[in-house]
C-alpha cells in the first residue's frame, strides 16, 4: 500500500503564481486534511474534508482553496502564492481517529 | 490557536535513559494522540488515549492522561538513538474530527 502520497515534494515559486498541491489516499479513508509546518509553529490546520465533495475550513485557511472531487482525492491550491506561504504542507487521511500522513511538500515562495 | 503545548522544548539524553514529554491542554477532549515525526518525514502515530483512560502502554511507550489537569506524559523507556525525533500531541475536541497539535518537543538520543 501507497497510504497518502503528496506531489510535488519539492516546488519554487514567484510572489503572485499559482499552484496546486496534490495528496492521494489509497486506503479508502473518509477524512482528509492538510497542515502546514512552520518552524517553532507546530502543524496548523488548513482545511479538512470530511467526505467526497465536502470541503470546511480549519486554523488558518486564508489564501488557500481546496477540493474533494474524489474520495481518494485531496486538492490544495494557492492563487496567488506569497511569501509567508512558504512552508511544508502535509497531507493527512484518517480511520477512527488516528491521522495517516504523506511526506510532505516543500514549498519556497520568492 | 495551539491546543496542545508540549513541554520540554527540547530534551537531550543518553542512550539507555528514560525520556518523559508532557502535553497541556485547554479544553476537553475525546482523545489525545502521540506523533512522532523524524527530520525531513510526515509524522507516525504512535498511540492513542481515550478521555475515560488513564494509562496505556505501547511497547517502551506509556502515556498518562489527566483529565482534570488537561495534561498528558509520554515515557518513552530504555531509549535508543533511533528514537532521535520530534514527538507532538495532538487532540481531538468534542464530537470534532479536527486534530489540534502542539508544537513538539525535540528529543536527541546520544549514543
Known amino acids: 500500500n501507497a497510504g497518502v502520497t503528496q506531489t510535488p515534494k519539492f516546488r519554487v515559486l514567484k510572489t503572485g503564481q499559482s499552484m496546486t498541491l496534490l495528496c492521494a489516499q489509497d486506503?479508502?479513508?473518509?477524512?482528509m486534511y492538510w497542515y502546514r509546518q512552520d518552524p517553532g509553529m507546530g502543524l496548523r490546520l488548513i482545511h479538512y474534508s470530511v467526505g467526497e465533495g465536502t470541503t470546511a475550513k480549519g486554523e488558518v485557511p486564508d489564501g488557500y482553496n481546496v477540493s474533494r472531487l474524489k474520495k481518494q482525492n485531496f486538492l490544495l491550491g494557492l492563487e496567488s502564492a506569497a511569501p509567508s506561504q512558504t512552508s511544508v504542507y502535509f497531507c493527512?487521511?484518517?480511520?477512527?481517529?488516528?491521522?495517516?500522513f504523506g511526506e510532505g511538500s516543500r514549498l519556497t515562495v520568492l | 490557536s495551539q491546543q496542545g503545548e508540549e513541554d520540554p522544548q527540547a530534551l537531550s539524553i543518553q542512550e539507555g535513559e528514560n525520556a518523559t514529554m508532557n502535553c497541556s491542554y485547554k479544553t476537553s477532549i475525546n482523545n489525545l494522540q502521540w506523533y512522532r515525526q523524524n527530520s525531513g518525514r510526515g509524522l507516525v502515530h504512535l498511540i492513542l488515549?481515550?478521555?475515560?483512560?488513564r494509562e496505556k502502554h505501547s511497547g517502551r511507550l506509556r502515556v498518562t492522561l489527566d483529565t482534570s489537569k488537561k495534561s498528558s506524559s509520554l515515557l518513552i523507556t530504555a531509549s535508543r538513538a533511533a528514537d532521535t525525533a520530534s514527538y507532538f500531541c495532538a487532540t481531538a475536541q468534542g464530537g470534532s474530527e479536527k486534530l489540534v497539535f502542539g508544537k513538539g518537543t525535540k528529543l536527541t538520543v546520544n549514543p
Open positions: 486506503m479508502n479513508h473518509e477524512y
Open positions: 493527512a487521511s484518517s480511520y477512527r481517529g488516528e491521522l495517516f
Open positions: 488515549i481515550r478521555s475515560n483512560e
